[in-house]
């Protein structure tokens, strides 16, 4: 009976080898198939990475070498002489800056980045202000303080009495040298910013007329092909609009912002600009005649205000009024001589962080914090005009952000760096 049973259980032991061989292969293959797909997800992780490497690589290359990376053109990088290394860049202008792009793709996996990008970066041994040696003294009224390096006159400062008021401020941090007669030109770069430059470009885009645009709200993406230019023979009023990115606001009479307006990264240009009171946000406005920014104004990082004069009997002037704040770079470009009708003028309590620029007179009652290159100086008062006079002003190099990028005014050959990340 025993070996009866023992030949009994021996029977089942085929069928129970076949389970366990089964169970084994199924076992088996659940672990090879989650090992593959394991291996897949680390492969796609790896070249998503290296996608995300290759792309932010060319843009630092781009930014190290810009020049060798014509406007407009598409263009392959190979960053290591690999297989997956190709990369496609792209660079187009914005106003006073570039959009620079870089596009890596490999087995159908594909990673793009996209910047913002200024042509100078913040260095403490920059010029804090420069005046040509036109052989007069620079006179300081009331409470002026300057530091950093200065290119000035050769007889430098002087501390005369004027409408009553005698110097209080310091100079004692300024490093002075002899500057040349000549103000230093500006860069082509922004003396190209103008109407018959401008207008023609902005209206190759895709152009929507704006008395016919019926939104309250245009956002274009910098990674579009395209920019959109809303255009208008008439004067444009900004009245409850937000215009966001790769948009350009062009009219052959005016632009007014109201202070009801949302801009972000668009750019402006027409022959006057009117900034009415309170507004805030960031922008790039040009003018051939005349911009004005009035009081309790915030022009965020990264904002250009510029003008650009061409007509000999054409006076110009730009205003930054009473405790407004501009973020970047403000200049003022004239062929015209009308002696003090061509200003840059920046009234009591406004701050620009950033460079300003004029070709002709400036008048500073307020503080640059970053550095200024004038052809002249002036002083309005009540009862008389002053050249060469600063009246309760502050100028200091020392005082703008180390993370400052700007632009090369002067075409210094300086280097730049991302202003922004675009999306």
Avoid at 392 to 416: F, H, R
Wanted: a neutral charge.
């Amino acid at each position: 009976m025993k070996k009866l049973a023992n030949k009994k259980l021996n029977g089942y032991s085929i069928p129970f080898a076949i389970l366990v061989f089964v169970v084994v292969i199924i076992l088996s293959g659940s672990i090879t198939l989650a090992t593959y797909k394991n291996n897949a997800v680390i492969n796609r992780f790896f070249i998503m990475e290296k996608m995300d490497s290759n792309a932010m690589s060319a843009l630092n290359i781009m930014i190290a070498h810009t020049n060798d990376f014509p406007y407009h053109q598409t263009r392959s990088l190979s960053l290591f002489g690999e297989n997956m290394d190709s990369v496609s860049t792209y660079k187009e202008r914005w106003g006073a800056f570039d959009i620079i792009k870089a596009d890596a793709s490999c087995r159908g996996i594909r990673r793009s980045h996209s910047a913002l990008i200024g042509s100078y970066r913040y260095d403490s041994s920059a010029v804090t202000l420069f005046i040509p040696d036109e052989g007069k003294s620079i006179a300081l009224v009331g409470n002026v303080n300057i530091t950093g390096r200065c290119e000035l006159p050769q007889s430098k400062f002087s501390q005369p009495s004027i409408e009553g008021r005698n110097f209080t401020g310091n100079t004692n941090r300024v490093n002075a040298i002899t500057s040349k007669d000549r103000l230093p030109k500006l860069t082509s770069r922004l003396s190209d910013l103008k109407g018959e430059s401008l207008i023609p470009e902005a209206l190759r885009n895709h152009v929507v007329m704006y008395n016919k645009w019926t939104s309250d709200t245009l956002a274009v993406p910098f990674l579009a092909d395209t920019t959109t230019t809303l255009y208008n023979n008439d004067p444009i009023l900004l009245d409850r609009k937000c215009l966001i990115g790769k948009v350009m606001i062009v009219s052959e009479r005016s632009i007014t912002i109201q202070a009801t307006t949302t801009l972000s990264d668009v750019i402006c240009f027409a022959p006057y600009i009117h900034v009415t009171q309170g507004f805030s946000g960031n922008c790039q406005l040009y003018a051939s005649d005349s911009i004005i920014i009035e009081e309790n104004c915030l022009l965020k990082y990264p904002s250009v205000v510029g003008i650009n004069n061409d007509k000999a009997d054409n006076p110009t002037a730009l205003t930054i009024k009473k405790d407004c704040h501009l973020d970047g770079v403000a200049f003022l470009h004239s062929q015209s001589d009308n002696g003090c009708q061509n200003i840059l003028h920046i009234e009591t309590g406004a701050t620009v962080n950033g460079q300003v620029y004029s070709n002709r007179y400036t008048e500073i009652k307020g503080t640059i914090n970053g550095s200024l290159y004038t052809n002249k100086l002036i002083l309005r008062t009540p009862s008389s005009i002053y050249e060469n006079t600063i009246m309760d002003a502050n100028i200091d190099l020392a005082k703008l952000s180390k993370n400052y990028v700007g632009v090369d005014i002067i075409e210094e050959g300086s280097s730049g760096g991302v202003i922004k990340w675009l999306h």
